[in-house]
């Protein structure tokens, strides 16, 4: 049982576009929401996150979006750049210290 | 360094075998995870430690699984007999308090772990 998906395996936007990387939940208790960045053969690394109070937060390029009714958040980024190519994670917490995580959407930025 | 630093990058083990992956967490960091990584999924928890003190090993897969952090600062994850289903990434991470909305957590590039 999947309480966080990301139903988008690969994605693939052109440089200077938006990309837009969207996630789902289940569990209504979850009151943090987080994405990281993942490059290959490293670790993940965080980027922003938002509160289950807030519906947007944003950091620069990157603006989180959250849809509680929904139970729906995604992550825009724009404008889009090369260097932006990774594996993007959602995680939600719980308990104030577990993570539960998506299994990743792997974004390309094409030049 | 300044980060988490997890050792052996990379592990091969024979099955039932016994192996033992260490975490040094960035300094000062009062909070410590391990979480597991199978390809091509999320990361999965597996404990937590604030500490010394093991606050919550419900992630463990089974009682081959043991982790302690026994002076609160380097932890250890052993996992004896290892069975293939073990190969997986194994994250450590660390926070400098409770990981809330002002405590980032910081993550170390993983433990690589092949059972044959």
């Known amino acids: 049982d999947q309480q966080v998906k990301q ?10 576009r938006i990309s837009i990387l969207n996630c789902d939940y289940t569990n209504s208790m979850f009151d943090y929401f987080l994405w990281y960045k993942k490059y290959p ?6 980027l922003i996150s938002i ?4 519906d947007k937060n944003e950091d620069g390029r990157f603006t989180v979006f959250l849809n509680k009714s929904a139970k729906h958040l995604s ?11 990774a594996v993007y ?19 390309i930025i094409k030049p | 360094g300044a980060g988490v630093s997890q050792s052996p990058r990379y592990k091969v083990a024979k099955r039932g075998q016994d192996v033992a992956l260490r975490c040094d967490p960035i300094s000062g960091h009062v909070s410590l995870f391990w979480y597991q990584q199978a390809l091509g999924q999320g990361p999965e928890f597996l404990t937590y430690f604030q500490n010394e003190a093991q606050l919550d090993k419900s992630g463990l897969p089974s009682d081959r699984f043991f982790a302690e952090r026994p002076e609160g600062s380097v932890s250890t994850l052993k996992i004896q007999r290892t069975q293939q289903e073990d190969s997986a990434v194994y994250l450590c991470a ?7 909305s002002g405590n980032t957590i910081y993550f170390g590039e993983g433990s690589w772990l092949t059972v044959v």
């Open chain 2, 94 to 100: 660390s926070s400098l308090a409770l990981p809330d």
């Open chain 1, 75 to 85: 992550l825009h980024i724009v404008p889009s750049q090369p260097g932006d190519s």
């Open chain 1, 41 to 46: 053969a490293e670790g993940p690394t965080f």
């Open chain 1, 51 to 54: 509160s289950s109070i807030k």
């Open chain 1, 7 to 16: 139903n988008s395996p690969s994605l693939s936007v052109q440089e200077g």
């Open chain 1, 89 to 107: 994670f959602c995680a939600a917490s719980l308990y104030n210290y577990q993570l539960i995580w998506g299994a990743g959407t792997k974004l």
